[in-house]
């Protein structure tokens, strides 16, 4: 009966895993996305060459950095590793620099 319930909870172990596992990858999917969304309002930077479509689109980058972190902070263990938690950071400071770059670009 034992090696029946070890089993059990290995399984449910198991199960628990790779659910956090799902959840951090669906965040990392919602953070690129928002990535995405500002990089397209940076196009109407071009566009309409206003600071405050500039500013809205920093503003996304930042909250999304902010909304990352928090949600992967809850989630406590999963089989990615660690310092892949960190790629988002080098997103964003890229994502800021190409909207930065943009705008400057279609000022003069």
Known sequence: MSGKTSDVTKLA???TEYAKTRTKLANQRTYLSYLRTSL?????????K????F???IFIVIVSVFKYYIINASIKG???PNYLNY???SYS???ILVIYLQFI???K
């Not at 397209?40 to 309409?48: I, Q, S």
């Not at 206003?50 to 479509?53: C, D, L, P, R």
């Open 93 to 95: 400071i890229l994502g």
């Open 105 to 107: 670009h279609t000022k």
């Open 87 to 89: 790629l988002p950071i």
């Open 50 to 53: 206003q600071w405050y479509i």
């Open 13 to 15: 172990q198991t199960r």
């Open 78 to 80: 999963s089989i990615i």
């Open 55 to 57: 500013s809205f689109a």
């Open 40 to 48: 397209a309002v940076a196009a109407l930077t071009a566009t309409f």
